[in-house]
């Protein structure tokens, strides 16, 4: 069957079918994923503030925790004051870090000291390995580690012990 010549072929346009309509060029799975990283960058950068402004407190909360477990960790013939020094070495470290007086090489060395101490589960630290730790303690915090204990008494001599120099003769005149 022809078509008569007066009548060609009739074209016509076809949209393809959606159900929803037109779609606009934010649709779909894009949109919510773009929103999706936005949300998650900001809380990435709220909770890099709160950490950097938390930081010092977090880290007394860990030594806490740290301190805790060396606690448990205490040989049973450790003396009370061999335990209450260890506990002084921890605040001294904590208080240190506060006042960003604290040794970050002495730091780093105390941590690969801690790891290796409590690494394996729980066991029982020598009374060396606790002398080890106090001293590694107080090389972060810069405490003397026998708190003047090997000190010279120099009451009554003139000499104060923040002032180690002797006292200066005045000249004649």
Not at 91 to 119: F, G, K
């Amino acid at each position: 069957m022809e078509l008569p010549p007066e009548q060609g072929p009739v074209e016509i346009e076809r949209e393809p079918f959606s159900p929803h309509g037109p779609q606009s060029k934010w649709s779909g799975g894009s949109h919510r994923a773009l929103l999706g990283c936005g949300v998650l960058i900001l809380l990435l950068g709220v909770g890099s503030v709160v950490f950097l402004v938390k930081a010092k407190d977090l880290f007394g909360w860990m030594m806490g925790e740290l301190e805790a477990q060396v606690m448990e960790s205490l040989p049973a013939n450790i003396s009370e004051a061999e335990t209450l020094e260890l506990s002084a070495a921890f605040d001294a470290v904590v208080e240190a870090v506060r006042e960003d007086r604290a040794s970050p090489l002495a730091l780093q060395e105390l941590q690969s000291m801690l790891r290796e101490s409590l690494e394996g589960g729980p066991k029982r630290l020598s009374r060396e390995e606790v002398q080890d730790l106090i001293e590694a303690l107080d090389r972060v915090s810069g405490r003397d580690s026998n708190d003047g204990a090997d000190q010279p008494e120099l009451e009554g001599l003139g000499v104060s012990q923040e002032d180690p120099s002797p006292p200066v003769p005045e000249p004649a005149q």
